[in-house]
């Protein structure tokens, strides 16, 4: 999963957390897969991003097992070089059980936790299924 796009972070920008969730994709729903640790934003406008998610399947059925990883990468301006790359997961991976036979999605998801009026644009969104 590749996903790219811009950020206009607000004079308070506060901290940055991508996460990936397998659930109805409605906002912090479902199990989470991946998580990035918090990390601190620069205020700036349309910067660039891009968040790079690869997910495998260890087990299927209804105690499925999914592990993530990637990582989330941005303008220097947004997030400064000395915090990149951002690493999902923030520490040692792990595989999640997670219902497969349940009408679910995976939902990438970030959450800005500084003043309000920040905002993500997404450009483009590819998902590639390798097997």
């Not at 004079?11 to 991508?18: D, K, L």
């Not at 399947?57 to 915090?83: D, E, K, Q, W, Y």
């Not at 497969?100 to 003043?115: E, F, K, R, Y």
Request: glycine content about 10%; some cysteine; overall charge negative.
């Amino acid at each position: 999963m590749r996903i790219w796009g811009q950020m206009t972070a607000v004079a308070t920008p506060g901290n940055i957390t991508a996460l990936l969730y397998w659930g109805t994709g409605a906002d912090a729903n479902g199990t989470i897969l991946g998580t990035t640790a918090a990390t601190a934003l620069t205020a700036g406008t349309a910067l660039s991003w891009e968040l790079d998610l690869l997910i495998r399947c260890r087990t299927l059925g209804s105690g499925g097992a999914l592990i993530t990883h990637g990582m989330l990468n941005a303008n220097v301006s947004l997030i400064a070089s000395t915090l990149q790359p951002v690493m999902i997961p923030a520490s040692s991976a792990a595989a999640v059980t997670v219902d497969l036979t349940a009408n679910n999605v995976m939902s990438p998801q970030m959450i800005a936790s500084g003043s309000a009026g920040s905002a993500v644009i997404v450009h483009d969104y590819t998902y590639e299924a390798l097997n």
